[in-house]
């Protein structure tokens, strides 16, 4: 099976029979991502994480009794 990466549309071949060709063909909104972008965002991520400054915004907000 050929894939093209979501990031830099490099065209790689997927084991027909591999879980990751399968989830591909039956999820058709996964994307696929090369190594090196998989490596490159994780790099940056770990860096961001690593930033004192980065916050993290949950989507709920939790509430006390007293605010109700």
């Given at each position: 099976?050929?894939v ?12 027909d029979?591999?879980l990751?060709a ?8 996964h994307?696929?991502?090369?190594k090196e ?18 916050k993290v ?8 009794e007293?605010d109700?």
């Amino acid at each position: 099976m050929k894939v093209k990466c979501a990031l830099c549309d490099k065209i790689e071949t997927l084991d027909d029979n591999s879980l990751r060709a399968k989830n591909l063909r039956n999820r058709p909104i996964h994307t696929f991502m090369c190594k090196e972008c998989d490596e490159r965002i994780t790099k940056r991520t770990i860096e961001r994480f690593a930033d004192k400054e980065y916050k993290v915004y949950h989507r709920m907000h939790h509430h006390n009794e007293k605010d109700w």
